[in-house]
């Protein structure tokens, strides 16, 4: 009896140890700033080409997808523009995207994400106000 009880504990250790022990991570994500970058909130003239540039490294997991999504003048629903595949087992990837601001007066929201392979997600935002 007092070895089952040893085992039980023994593997009760373990099992607890290693569950509580792994603390989840999500991946970063950081905007590239410097000559050339868009990373804050601007006012555009119609038309404008900017570069948003991302640097994204591996929290828990390895890195999955890198995407942007816009939605213009305060709707809530995003939509994808663009996706990159991250490379498998790249733990640091950049990636730049190029805009160009619609051609009409209003608002439009830059959302930027990471994803890991869990799921986990991170994301940045840029509003760009377009008169």
Same mark, same amino acid.
């Given at each position: 009896?007092?070895n089952?009880?040893l085992?039980?504990?023994a593997?009760?250790l373990?099992?607890?140890g290693? !569950?509580?022990s792994?603390?989840?991570?999500? #991946?970063?994500?950081?905007?590239?700033?410097?000559?050339?970058y &868009?990373? =804050?909130?601007?006012?555009?003239?119609?038309?404008?080409?900017?570069?948003?540039g991302?640097?994204?490294d591996m929290?828990?997991?390895?890195?999955?997808l890198?995407?942007?999504e816009v939605?213009?003048?305060?709707?809530?629903?995003? !939509?994808?523009?663009t996706?990159v595949?991250? #490379?498998?087992n790249?733990?640091h990837?950049?990636?730049?995207? &190029?805009? =160009?601001?619609?051609?009409?007066?209003?608002?439009?929201?830059?959302?930027f994400?990471v994803?890991?392979?869990?799921g986990?997600?991170t994301?940045?935002?840029?509003k760009i106000v377009?008169?």
């Open positions: 009896m007092r089952g009880l085992l039980f504990a593997c009760a373990l099992f607890f290693n !569950s509580c792994k603390e989840s991570k999500s #991946p970063t994500l950081t905007l590239k700033t410097g000559a050339g &868009t990373s =804050t909130d601007i006012t555009a003239a119609p038309g404008t080409v900017i570069q948003v991302v640097i994204a929290g828990t997991d390895p890195l999955k890198i995407y942007s939605a213009f003048d305060g709707a809530n629903v995003d !939509s994808l523009y996706r595949e991250v #490379p498998a790249q733990p990837y950049e990636h730049d995207f &190029t805009i =160009t601001v619609r051609n009409q007066v209003g608002t439009e929201r830059w959302t994400n994803n890991d392979k869990d986990r997600l994301e940045k935002e840029i377009v008169q």
